[in-house]
């Protein structure tokens, strides 16, 4: 049981450039996350997903894009990098109703030069 | 809007030593509250909950209680271990109970423990 899988686990990206995370759950989960962490900041919700089909934005969503095709992907773009995007992202996933646990990947370190 | 606020890090500490990393949160309404911890070079794993004012969730030895009345979530161990040694971070959910992922997290607290 993988749980939640990222791809891929480390980029370094050149200014301009684009590229696609890949999270993956094998949970059948409803729900997934997009998250980053910066030091000394704690991580913070960049888009969300309740359902296949669905995406909505979190509290940063200014440079991405977001794609829930099939229920259990959620693939987070970046169009044009910039340096601030430079960054550890986290997937999570969870379903709806009291009692569950939302479960994180191990994360994708990005760094745009 | 919601907000965690997590006391200034890194700790260091001794084996056995005594552990407090205290948490306090601003929200509307009634918040479930949770403790995440993240060991080097992996993921973040929950450590313990608590979903309604006075509930003490705990886990592996840490314990924490959710006050209403001073808005906090202070999470403790009795005695730590060199294994303990981690980035510890305090969250809310504001989701009515629909959901635990969509999270607001605190900064992290860089805990050392030395033998």
């Not at chain 1, 993988?2 to 995370?21: D, E, Y």
């Not at chain 1, 989960?29 to 913070?44: A, K, S, V």
């Not at chain 2, 949770?34 to 070079?41: E, I, K, L, R």
């Not at chain 2, 303990?84 to 971070?89: E, I, K, L, T, W």
Request: charged fraction near 20%; charge should be negative.
């Amino acid at each position: 049981n993988a749980g939640v899988t990222q791809t891929p686990k480390f980029r370094v990206l050149k200014t301009g450039q684009s590229m696609t995370l890949l999270c993956a759950q094998d949970m059948n989960h409803e729900y997934m996350y997009w998250y980053r962490q910066d030091p000394g900041m704690g991580l913070r919700l960049i888009h969300y997903s309740v359902g296949e089909g669905t995406t909505a934005k979190g509290e940063v969503p200014d440079g991405y894009n977001v794609s829930r095709l099939k229920k259990q992907n959620f693939l987070l773009g970046l169009e044009s990098a910039a340096p601030s995007q430079t960054s550890v992202y986290f997937c999570a996933s969870d379903d709806p109703g009291e009692g569950t646990e939302a479960f994180f990947g191990q994360g994708t370190r990005l760094t745009v030069v | 809007g919601d907000s965690v606020t997590q006391m200034e890090g890194p700790v260091t500490l001794s084996e056995e030593a005594f552990l407090t990393i205290n948490c306090t949160y601003t929200a509307t309404g009634y918040p479930s509250l949770f403790w995440y911890v993240q060991y080097p070079g992996e993921g973040l794993q929950l450590l313990l909950k608590a979903t309604k004012a006075d509930d003490k969730g705990s886990n592996k030895g840490f314990e924490a209680t959710y006050r209403k009345e001073t808005t906090s979530f202070h999470l403790e161990k009795g005695s730590v271990q060199v294994s303990d040694s981690a980035v510890y971070f305090c969250a809310l959910s504001n989701a009515g109970g629909t959901s635990y992922g969509k999270l607001t997290f605190g900064q992290g607290t860089i805990l050392t423990v030395h033998p």
